[in-house]
């Protein structure tokens, strides 16, 4: 493995990322913002949870196509609307509802949540940008 997360003593505890990510390795994979289209076109979930589920899928679809996963991430940056620290609750229920199913750890890899007021798209409530270190 490439990356090596951790979360020295004394910052924030009980976060669901880890604070520190070490990675060694020469190609770097960056995955654009990704957010809850279906691969099939249909609707995008209208709910916060849903949306997080779905846009984590077309990361780790991304990270697949450049022959990574979520074990090769050592930044992921979470972008919502409206953000109010009330939707903690739901937007872990999306990360932990796709968790296992696409391979990410919990504690995440470190991590950001940025509040902004609108996406490029209406509707449209996270984007999930990340990136990656491979040999």
Do not use: C
Not at 54 to 67: E, H, T
């Amino acid at each position: 493995m490439t990356v090596t997360v951790s979360s020295p003593e004394g910052m924030l505890p009980d976060a669901p990322y880890h604070h520190i990510a070490v990675a060694t390795g020469t190609r770097q994979v960056y995955v654009a913002g990704q957010v809850a289209h279906m691969p099939d076109g249909s609707p995008i979930p209208t709910d916060l949870a849903g949306q997080v589920s779905q846009a984590l899928r077309n990361v780790a679809r991304g990270l697949a196509g450049a022959g990574a996963g979520f074990d090769d991430v050592v930044r992921l940056t979470f972008y919502v609307t409206d953000w109010q620290p009330e939707k903690i609750g739901e937007f872990m229920a999306g990360v932990e509802a796709v968790a296992d199913e696409i391979g990410l750890s919990t504690p995440m890899p470190p991590a950001s949540l940025i509040g902004v007021e609108i996406l490029f798209e209406p509707g449209v409530l996270v984007v999930i940008e990340a990136t990656a270190v491979l040999d």
